[in-house]
Every structure is written in structure tokens, then in C-alpha cells.
């Protein structure tokens, strides 16, 4: 346990004496990576740890994500790791900037409309493919070169359009906004299922059937009722998800015209 203890303390304070600058500022990885690399020539690269944790994470979740486990799957000492990242408060930004860079490629040649539209969709795509990202907000700040990358596109194809630099924001925070919050949904919806032993959505309802049949003849909910007994497409995702976009996006543009 004692040494458990110690490698938990480790992972928390990145073993770096070092770390701050000192009066409260946080010194990002980024600025640390851009310093000249200290001899001997480093035997590893962010990237290569970067890709390691994503690959543990997108098989087993972002708790599976140790310095130790990430440790054994590079071939390196767990201490040794220390000289590249802090703790896995740095390896997780790693993370995080390594995938952004699949959403990072320009929507060139196309309005505003559709840069978002497209963005939305490989954001979306993005989240499905490594469903961890839902958790790292809490644990790492956005600003990751490639985060501030996507952000800094998404505000230069609203260049042009007459609106404020808060209203611009504003309108890619709530198109991001929706994107999370859908596919976060999508997500847990897929875990649960997993937990309950359900392969498709018929047999979660199977499983939950007793409890739907009670709230339904209660009488009390009936225009949710009229939504289960009518509802074609409670299963389609894919649907559901564009429909929401499309409407977000008709908003913005109903605002442009003001």
C-alpha cells in the first residue's frame, strides 16, 4: 500500500520539482516543450506518449490511463517519464491535443454555415471514436495549441458578418455546446447498456419495461406516453442529432439578419 501511496503522490505532482513559475502561475507543458531539450537526447516524444495513453484510454477508459501503466506499455521506468511530463495532468492534455489534431483539418472554400456544420459533425465523430474526452474537462483545461487551433478557424469563418468578438464566441460556444451534450448522452447511453448486458435498444427496454410500464399507466405523463407510443425514431442517432444541429444553426443565422 505504502508504495501505491508514493505512485499516487507521484501522479499527482508530476515529480517535478520545478513545476510553477512561482506566484500562483501555471507553466503550460507547451511552453516547457519549446525550451531546448536538456541532454542526454531524450529516448521518447510527446507524441509518442500522447499515442500511448490514447490507445490504454480508447481500449479501457481514462481511469486505466497511469503513469506506471503508461510506463509499461513504452518500455520505460515509471520515474522516467518524469522528465518529459508532470503527472498525468500533462499526459491527459497530451491526450486531448493529439485528438484534436484529427478535427483540426480546415473546411476551406465554404460559409460560415457549413464550416460549423462540418465541424460539428467531426467533433461529434471525434467524441464517438474516443469516448474519454467527455471526462477530461475536469481534469485538464481546453487550451491545447490544437483546441485553440479548431477554435481560432471556427471564429475566422464568422470574419465578415458584422458581429462583436463576445456574440462570435458566443455562437461557436453554443454550437460546441450542443455537440457535447448530445454525443456526451450518446455515450452514456452506450455504457449503459454495456452495464446492463443489452446489445441493442430493444433489449434495454426489455430490461426496463416494468418501470416504463408503471410510469406510463400512472396517467400522470401523457404527453411523454403519446412520444413512446408514436416515436419512429427513438433509435436514430444519427437523425436526432443533425435535426438538433440544423436547428441550432437556423437560429444563428435567423440572428444574423437582425
Same mark, same amino acid.
Given at each position: 500500500?505504502?508504495? #501505491? ?16 513559475? %512561482?506566484?500562483?502561475?501555471?507553466? &503550460? ?14 529516448? =521518447? ?14 481500449? !479501457?477508459?481514462?481511469?486505466?490511463? &497511469?503513469?506506471? +501503466? *503508461?510506463? !509499461? ?7 522516467? =517519464? ?26 476551406? @472554400? ?12 467531426? =467533433? ?18 481546453? *487550451? ?16 465578415? =458578418? @458584422? ?9 461557436? %460556444? ?20 454495456? #452495464? ?12 426496463? &419495461? ?6 406510463? !399507466?400512472? %396517467? ?5 406516453? +403519446?412520444?413512446?407510443?408514436? %416515436? ?14 440544423? &436547428? ?11
Amino acid at each position: 500500500m505504502a508504495g #501505491k501511496r508514493a505512485d499516487d503522490a507521484a501522479d499527482d505532482t508530476g515529480g517535478d520539482p520545478g513545476g510553477n513559475t %512561482g506566484g500562483g502561475v501555471h507553466e &503550460s507543458i507547451w511552453q516547457r516543450m519549446e525550451r531546448p531539450a536538456r541532454p542526454p537526447r531524450a529516448a =521518447l516524444t510527446h507524441a509518442q506518449i500522447a499515442a500511448a495513453a490514447v490507445e490504454i484510454a480508447d481500449a !479501457e477508459g481514462l481511469d486505466a490511463v &497511469s503513469m506506471r +501503466r *503508461l510506463a !509499461e506499455r513504452l518500455g520505460v521506468a515509471t520515474m522516467g =517519464l518524469y522528465r518529459y511530463v508532470r503527472g498525468k495532468d500533462d499526459v491527459i492534455e497530451l491526450m486531448v491535443d493529439a485528438v484534436y489534431a484529427e478535427e483540426a483539418r480546415a473546411a476551406e @472554400g465554404r460559409d460560415w454555415r457549413e464550416v460549423l456544420r462540418v465541424s460539428a459533425l467531426r =467533433l461529434r465523430a471525434l467524441m464517438l471514436r474516443h469516448p474519454w474526452l467527455v471526462e477530461t474537462t475536469a481534469q485538464a483545461g481546453p *487550451l491545447t495549441p490544437n483546441f485553440v487551433a479548431r477554435t481560432d478557424r471556427l471564429l475566422a469563418s464568422l470574419d465578415g =458578418l @458584422g458581429l462583436d468578438a463576445d456574440t462570435a464566441m458566443t455562437v461557436i %460556444g453554443t454550437v460546441t455546446a450542443f455537440v457535447t451534450g448530445a454525443t456526451t448522452a450518446r455515450i452514456r447511453m452506450a455504457r449503459l447498456m454495456r #452495464k446492463e448486458g443489452a446489445e441493442k435498444m430493444d433489449d434495454l427496454r426489455t430490461i426496463y &419495461s416494468s418501470r416504463m410500464k408503471w410510469l406510463l !399507466e400512472s %396517467g400522470r405523463y401523457p404527453a411523454f406516453e +403519446r412520444y413512446i407510443r408514436e %416515436g419512429v425514431r427513438k433509435d436514430d442517432d444519427d437523425w436526432q442529432f443533425e435535426l438538433g444541429l440544423e &436547428s441550432v444553426l437556423d437560429g444563428v443565422a435567423a440572428r444574423l439578419t437582425i
